[in-house]
């Protein structure tokens, strides 16, 4: 049984930064995608970021050139860097390992609990 486990969540100002973490029990999942999705109140959950067991990556165009995804495959962990922060990033940020290098949700296998981002002043 894989649980991911997310911290680093919190209130933030805009134009803040904060870094999420994530931590996988279970099995390796070194050679798996990992990512982070998040979902806004009344909305959808949607693709934020995600990384291959390579290192290739791919971005929301939201989140293009503030947010970096990173992993480290010894620790069996994901990472994502969140810098410019704005309004529009609150949400809580889910982890997730799947297969496939795809945005979409339903190809992800695991999934965290959430850990809750809010930016305001």
């Known amino acids: 049984q894989v649980q991911l486990v997310e911290s680093g969540g919190g209130l933030v100002q805009p134009g803040g930064s904060l870094r999420l973490s994530c931590a996988a029990s279970g099995r390796t999942l070194s050679r798996n995608v990992m990512g982070w999705f998040r979902q806004a109140p009344g909305k959808e959950r949607e693709f934020v970021a995600v990384i291959t067991s390579g290192g290739a990556t791919r971005y929301a165009d939201s989140v293009k050139g503030r947010f970096t995804i990173s992993r480290d495959n010894a620790k069996n962990s994901v990472y994502l860097q969140m810098n410019s922060l704005n309004p529009e990033d609150t949400a809580v940020y889910y982890c997730?390992?799947?297969?496939?290098?795809?945005?979409?949700?339903?190809?992800?296998?695991?999934w965290g609990q959430g850990t809750q981002v809010t930016v305001s002043s």
């Open positions: 997730t390992a799947g297969d496939v290098f795809t945005t979409t949700r339903d190809f992800y296998n695991y």
